[in-house]
Antibody, heavy 116, light 107 residues
Framework: QVQLKESGPGLVQPSQTLSLTCTVSGFSLTSYSVHWVRQHSGKSLEWMGRMWSDGDTSYNSAFTSRLSISRDTSKSQVFLKMNSLQTEDTGTYYC??????????WGQGVMVTVSS | DVVLTQSPATLSVTPGERISLSCRASESVDTYLHWYQQKPNESPRLLIKYASQSISGIPSRFSGSGSGTDFTLSINGVELEDLSIYYCQQGNSLPYTFGAGTKLELK
């Protein structure tokens, strides 16, 4: 069955870089795009960017200068790297499979706290 | 960016009643409008795609309608398990955007 699972550090210091991994199973990264979506505590959802099935990437301009998404198809993993973290980046980070333009499967999410 | 405005922010409901939630887009998104349910400490779950298309495994009491800028999610006979936050999302243009959500609470 389709599964996505995020992993990464729960605590990051301000100004440091966040590195998250999304490990998928049940589908191929060369057939579906995988997106990253952030949610501040008690708040709505914010689309961050995507890894397209052909390896292309797109980013929300709100993050463009400090966000990078990459992948390793042999390991079925998609990576998120975001630098210059601030306290406002605290939240839950999800990876989600995108079917055309909607999200049909989501990971469980990983909570990230930015604090010294 | 397309702004999605959901109303009301909170809706107090009685089990069994029929309710409607609204999502309004700042510009036309055709029918590229999708609905999700999120329960506390869970990931969002897709409820309705393309404004009105049902999703396998989702109870039939959930339905959607609309096109362009005005959309509605209806629940015909609310059940206690439906007490959640509901988000709309547009997939017409990047960046994909979500509404602020409507929280269903028990009256």
């Amino acid at each position: 069955q389709v599964q996505l699972k995020e992993s990464g550090p729960g605590l990051v210091q301000p100004s440091q870089t966040l590195s998250l991994t999304c490990t998928v199973s049940g589908f191929s990264l060369t057939s579906y795009s995988v997106h990253w979506v952030r949610q501040h505590s008690g708040k709505s959802l914010e689309w961050m960017g995507r890894m397209w099935s052909d390896g292309d990437t797109s980013y929300n301009s709100a993050f463009t200068s400090r966000l990078s998404i990459s992948r390793d198809t042999s390991k079925s993993q998609v990576f998120l790297k975001m630098n210059s973290l601030q306290t406002e980046d605290t939240g839950t980070y999800y990876c989600a499979r995108n079917r055309y333009n909607y999200f049909d499967y989501w990971g469980q999410g990983v909570m990230v706290t930015v604090s010294s | 960016d397309v702004v999605l405005t959901q109303s009301p922010a909170t809706l107090s409901v009685t089990p069994g009643e029929r309710i409607s939630l609204s999502c309004r887009a700042s510009e036309s998104v055709d029918t590229y409008l999708h609905w999700y349910q999120q329960k506390p400490n869970e990931s969002p779950r897709l409820l309705i795609k393309y404004a009105s298309q049902s999703i396998s495994g989702i109870p039939s009491r959930f339905s959607g309608s609309g096109s362009g800028t005005d959309f509605t999610l209806s629940i015909n006979g609310v059940e206690l398990e439906d007490l959640s936050i509901y988000y709309c999302q547009q997939g017409n243009s990047l960046p994909y955007t979500f509404g602020a959500g409507t929280k269903l609470e028990l009256k």
